[in-house]
Every structure is written in C-alpha cells, then in structure tokens.
C-alpha cells in the first residue's frame, strides 16, 4: 500500500461547483496533514494545513478522518483559477527526521 | 524578499556528464531539501540538511550528492548523469521541523539526460 494515496483525476467541474477529493495515508502514527496546491510547472505551495477538527479558509474546508485514515479538501463555488493539481502530504517520522510524503496529486480542471 | 532560488530553469545534459544544481534561500532557514518529482509520481526526498555542515540521505539519494557549507546555500550534484535522473528537481526549505513547518519551493529545474 502506497504511503498516501490520491485519485489523479481529473475532476472536471463547472465555474460555481463545490468538489471534493478524498486522500488515505498508511501511517496511523502520522501527526501532520497538509495540502499543496500546484501549477502547472510550477513549485508546490500550502494550500492549507488539516487539523483534527477539521479547518476552513474561505472557500476551502479540510476535513481529517483519523479511524479510517484519510484527508478531505472541499472546494466550494469552484472558480476557473482553482484549476490546478492538489497534493496531500502527511508526515512520517524516519529515524528521527520528521519527513512530508507527498501524494501524487488531484487534478482539477475548472471550466466556464 | 526573494526567497528560495534554483538555477537553472532549464538543462539538457548527456549521459556521463556532471553538473551541481544551485539552491540558494534568504530566509535563514535551518532545514533545506532538495526533491525530484516524475510525471505523475510524487515528490520524492533526494537529500535533506538540517543545518549547515549537516546533511543526511532521503529516499532516493543515488546518484547525487550535496553539500551545506552555509546556512542559504545547498547545491545539487549530479556526478554521472544518466537518463533515470531525467525530471524536474525542487529545492525546499522551512524554518524547523518540531511542529512541523511550512515548506517554500524553489521555482524548479527541469533536467533532460539524454
């Protein structure tokens, strides 16, 4: 089993849809959840941290299932700039160095 | 405020040639990394540094080696390209890693070993 898991994609959705994507982590001691955004071509950046009970910044809202080891990221009222690809990343910790695992990512692509 | 900066955007090397990838970041940042990301894989951890003259192994060291002699530079070095080390390379760093910090990317090279 993959360390985090993700569905490539894409998610082909409208301008104004709310869309969701599910990531499952294999590491049940992990501490630390995130999720990047990432441009085509362009260097990974934090979209947002997920916390336990789960967080919001304005038309995102992250969700952590810790039972059943998976992260959500919802996207509400889908603008055409979310077109991107979304990266779950999860912690490990490997002989004492707090290591990111990054998933293979969740393309999105916004349409008019 | 520049940031985290990679050199070259850009390379197209052939097989056996050498060539050092430089990062460079002005954050004062302690941890700095350096990942290779494949087509539709994700970012794997090359090497790591946690401070200057410090350095360890990621999960794919191969074939490269590093070296951190200040706290903003730490370049990449390719000995003996070969073709598996064709990708696009990003360097990263954070101010720590106790709670975990966020990580800055540099704007990535994209290496071509043919």
């Known amino acids: 089993r993959k360390e985090v898991e993700q569905d490539p994609g894409p998610f082909n959705v409208p301008e104004g849809a709310t869309v969701a994507f599910n990531c499952t982590y294999s590491?049940?001691?992990?501490?630390?959840f995130f999720w990047y955004r990432q441009d085509c071509r362009k260097e990974p950046k934090l979209l947002m941290s997920?916390?336990?009970s789960g967080n919001e910044d304005g038309r995102f809202t992250a969700q952590l299932n810790r039972a059943s080891q998976y992260i959500s990221l919802l996207i509400r009222d889908s603008k055409l700039s979310d077109s991107a690809t979304y990266l779950c990343v999860v912690n490990a910790r490997e002989a004492g160095f707090q290591k990111l695992v990054f998933g293979t990512g969740t393309r999105l692509l916004v349409s008019p | 405020n520049a940031g985290v900066t990679q050199t070259p955007k850009f390379r197209i090397l052939k097989i056996g040639q050498s060539m050092t990838l430089q990062c460079a970041q002005d954050m004062n940042h302690n941890y700095m990394y350096w990942y290779r990301q494949d087509p539709g894989m994700g970012l794997k951890l090359i090497y790591y540094s946690v401070g200057a003259g410090i350095t360890d192994k990621g999960e794919v060291p191969n074939g490269y080696n590093v070296s951190r002699s200040t706290t903003e530079d730490f370049p990449l070095r390719l000995e003996l390209a070969a073709p598996s080390q064709t990708s696009v390379y990003f360097c990263?760093?954070?101010?720590?890693?106790?709670?975990?910090?966020?990580?800055?990317f540099g704007s990535g090279t994209q290496l071509s070993v043919l």
């Open positions: 997920v916390y336990s």
């Open positions: 590491n049940s001691a992990s501490q630390s």
């Open positions: 990263a760093s954070s101010p720590g890693q106790g709670r975990f910090k966020k990580l800055f």
